[in-house]
């Protein structure tokens, strides 16, 4: 089965400054996705970023980055310049594949606070 | 442009109470799961279906029922409440097929907090 680790509970960055959450993953597949979650306080889970395991390159979006090793089985995120509206729990999620009923898989998350 | 909408946000049961979580998405989704969300567990998957009347099981069926008559809807049952079904409850739906697409990501409804007593 597909495990998502996230080995920071809580992390803690200054306004305008750059901080990277930590995912490891196991799995056997060749062919899957990726994804990091955003989760503030209203609840609603937001799509932050998602990496095809196919794609060398990695994904960004705006101030949204990862680094995703996909032999070592990591895909961080980095945030930068960040923002008081940045503060949330984030996810980082597995998928495997296309084919119908493949479930996305969650860490545990990381709350990340930001101090202004 | 309504996307997943879950109702009620917020309820109250005593044990052995029985209640029905509704979901519905206007986009014309083929894919609707519903997870639980419990502290410090991220979320976790109850059921799913891939279209109008096919359902299945995910990580964490038991004490719930899902049927799918539409493609719009997507009901989750819990028969007899239990405490330990304390927790947030999110429907999610996606496109389906489109092989390497990268455009079939969840799309999530703002979720049902739901207390058992």
């Known amino acids: 089965a597909q495990t998502v680790t996230q080995s920071q509970p809580e992390m803690s960055v200054q306004e305008a400054e750059t901080v990277t959450l930590s995912c490891t993953y196991d799995?056997?597949?060749?062919?899957?996705?990726l994804f990091w979650y955003k989760q503030p306080p209203s609840r609603q889970m937001i799509l932050v970023i998602r990496?095809?395991?196919?794609?060398?390159q990695n994904a960004t979006e705006n101030r949204f980055s990862v680094n995703f090793q996909k032999a070592a089985k990591s895909f961080s995120l980095k945030i930068s310049d960040s923002q008081l509206g940045d503060a949330a729990m984030y996810f980082c999620?597995?998928?495997?594949?296309?084919?119908?009923?493949?479930?996305?898989?969650f860490g545990g998350g990381t709350r990340v606070l930001v101090k202004p | 442009n309504a996307g997943v909408t879950q109702t009620p946000k917020f309820q109250v049961l005593k044990t052995g109470q029985s209640m029905t979580l509704q979901c519905a998405q206007d986009?014309?989704?083929?894919?609707m799961s519903w997870y639980r969300q419990d502290p410090g567990m991220g979320l976790r998957l109850i059921h799913y279906?891939?279209?109008?009347?096919?359902?299945d099981q995910g990580e964490v069926p038991n004490g719930y029922n899902v049927s799918r008559s539409t493609t719009e809807d997507f009901p989750l049952r819990l028969l007899s409440a239990a405490p330990s079904q304390t927790s947030v409850y999110f429907c999610?739906?996606?496109?389906?097929?489109?092989?390497?697409?990268?455009?079939?990501?969840?799309?999530f409804g703002a979720g049902s907090r739901l207390t058992v007593l």
């Open positions: 999610a739906s996606r496109r389906m097929g489109q092989v390497r697409s990268g455009a079939n990501v969840l799309t």
């Open positions: 799995t056997s597949e060749s062919d899957y996705y």
């Open positions: 990496q095809e395991a196919y794609k060398q």
């Open positions: 999620a597995y998928r495997r594949g296309e084919a119908a009923g493949n479930k996305l898989t």
């Open positions: 986009m014309n989704h083929e894919y």
């Open positions: 279906s891939v279209g109008a009347g096919i359902t």
